[in-house]
C-alpha cells in the first residue's frame, strides 16, 4: 500500500480501471448484470478506503478480488431466492469455474475493455441500447450524461439499460471477441459509441469543466485496441485520424482558469503537433482506399483545419464541400448546422443565416444550445448585435456546460457594453 492519497486522485485512478474491472470479471464468471453491481461495489469501497489507506501495490488486482467476493454474495444470495426453481441449476458460482483467474488474462486474449465493448454491442440489443450499455459500462458515464446524450428523461434511460443488461445476460453469449460476419454486424454500433464518448469527453455537456479529458482519452486508447485489431477498415481508421487531430487542439481550448476559447482565437502553437501528424498520415492511408464514409469525411475536415497556419488561412470552401459530401450520406441535423457555418465563412454570413431558417424547424436540434449559439455568431458577424445579443442568451439558457454558459454570457455581454 502506498502512503494516503486525495480523494480526487483516486477518482482519476478508479475511471479507466473500472471498465477493466468489468471486463475481467464478466469474462470470468459471467453474469454481466450482475457483475456491474459487484463491481461498482467495489469501487465505492475503493473510493472509501484508498484515500485514508493508500492506494494498494496493485489496485486492477485488489478491485477485482473484491468484485469478485461480491459477486459470489450476491449469487448466492440468488441462489437462495430461486432455490425451488428450474433456474437456479444453470447458476454457477465463482469459486467453481475453471476459467483462467479474472485478474490474468487468458492466453492470447484481447484487451478485456475491447471485448466488453463488442459484448455491449450484441445484436440482441436496439441500437440505442448497444450504445447506453457501452456508454455506462466502457465509458463510464452517468445514466443522466446518457440521457442527455439522447435526448430523453433519465428514467427512460434507466429503463433502457436494465433491460440492455437482462438481454445481455439472457443471451448467454461467451465473453470472447466475435468474428467474421457477427463482427461486422457490431462494429458500426462500437464506433459509433467511441465517438460520442470522444465527444462527451472533448466538450462535456453538462458540469464545471469544459473537458473531461478521461473519457476522450479512454475513447482513443479503445479506437487504437479497434484499429489495431481491423488495421484495413477505412472507417476505424478514419474515427482514430478524427480523434486524434481534434483532440491536437485541446491544450488551446481552454484559458488558464478553464474558460472556453473558440478556435479561431486558439493559439494553434499549443496544438499538439504528433497528434496532427500521426491523423493526417492515418487519414492518408484510408481515403484511397474507396468511398469515404462519415468518419473519414469528418477526419479530413478537421486535417483542413489543423493544417492551416491561421484561422484567415482556412480553407473553407474545401470545408463546405466536405460537408456537402458528408449530407448526402447523414442526416444528422449538426452536420447541416455545421455546414451552414462553413458556408457563412465562406460566402459571408447572411448566406449562413438563410441556411440557419430551415433548420429552426427541425425538432431534433430546434431547441439546441449549439443551433442558437452560431445564429448569434453569423448575427454578429452581420453587424445585427442586438438580435445576437438575444440569441447568445437564448444559447446560454439551453446548455447545462457552466464554461459554455459563462462563454456565452461574456459574448452577450461585450455586444450589450458595445451599444
Known amino acids: 500500500m502506498t502512503a494516503p492519497v486525495p480523494g480526487t486522485e483516486v477518482e482519476d485512478l478508479l475511471r479507466p480501471l473500472a471498465p477493466q474491472v468489468l471486463g475481467a470479471v464478466v469474462r470470468r464468471y459471467g453474469h454481466f448484470d450482475v457483475a456491474e453491481d459487484a463491481v461498482q461495489e467495489a469501487l465505492l469501497a475503493a473510493a472509501v478506503q484508498w484515500p485514508g489507506d493508500g492506494v494498494p501495490d496493485s489496485p486492477r488486482a485488489w478491485l477485482i478480488t473484491v468484485a469478485s467476493r461480491r459477486l459470489t454474495d450476491l449469487l448466492r444470495n440468488e441462489q437462495a431466492r430461486l432455490r425451488r426453481e428450474d433456474a437456479v441449476a444453470r447458476w454457477t458460482l465463482p469459486d467453481q469455474w475453471l476459467a483462467p483467474a479474472a485478474d490474468r488474462a487468458a ?50 434511460m434507466t429503463r433502457r439499460i436494465s433491460r440492455a443488461k437482462r438481454l445481455v445476460k439472457e443471451s448467454r453469449i461467451p465473453f470472447a471477441l466475435p468474428t467474421g460476419a457477427e463482427r461486422a454486424e457490431r462494429l458500426g454500433a462500437v464506433l459509433h459509441v467511441l465517438y460520442l464518448i470522444f465527444n462527451e469527453g472533448y466538450a462535456g455537456t453538462s458540469g464545471p469543466n469544459l473537458q473531461r479529458t478521461e473519457l476522450s482519452a479512454e475513447a482513443i486508447r479503445l479506437a487504437r485496441l479497434v ?76 486535417a483542413v483545419h489543423d493544417e492551416a497556419p491561421s484561422a484567415e488561412a482556412t480553407d473553407w470552401p474545401q470545408i463546405t464541400a466536405l460537408y456537402e459530401l458528408l449530407m448526402r450520406i447523414s442526416d444528422n441535423p449538426v452536420v447541416a448546422l455545421n455546414h451552414a457555418v462553413a458556408v457563412a465563412m465562406a460566402q459571408g454570413p447572411h448566406t449562413g443565416l438563410a441556411l440557419l431558417e430551415g433548420l429552426g424547424a427541425d425538432k431534433r436540434i430546434a431547441e439546441d444550445h449549439r443551433l442558437h449559439a452560431v445564429r448569434a455568431h453569423l448575427l454578429e458577424m452581420a453587424g445585427d448585435h442586438a438580435a445576437a445579443r438575444d440569441s447568445y442568451e437564448a444559447a446560454a439558457r439551453r446548455t447545462t456546460s457552466l464554461p459554455q454558459q459563462r462563454y456565452l454570457r461574456t459574448r452577450a455581454a461585450r455586444l450589450a457594453d458595445d451599444r
Open 107 to 156: 492466453a492470447g486474449a484481447a484487451d478485456d475493455t475491447l471485448v466488453l465493448l463488442f459484448l455491449c454491442c450484441h445484436p440482441a440489443l436496439s441500437p440505442a441500447s448497444q450504445i447506453a450499455l457501452t456508454l455506462r459500462a466502457v465509458g463510464g458515464l452517468t445514466t443522466a450524461e446518457i440521457a442527455r446524450a439522447f435526448l430523453v428523461p433519465e428514467a427512460t
Open 227 to 302: 484499429h489495431r485489431l481491423l488495421p484495413d477498415d477505412g472507417e476505424v481508421t478514419g474515427l482514430l485520424a478524427l480523434m486524434l487531430l481534434t483532440d491536437a487542439r485541446r491544450p488551446a481550448r481552454t484559458g488558464p482558469h478553464g474558460e472556453l476559447i473558440p478556435m479561431a482565437e486558439q493559439d494553434r502553437a499549443h496544438w499538439n503537433a504528433d497528434q496532427i501528424t500521426e491523423g493526417v498520415a492515418l487519414l492518408s492511408q484510408a481515403l484511397p482506399r474507396g468511398r469515404p464514409g462519415p468518419y473519414q469525411l469528418q477526419a479530413a475536415i478537421a
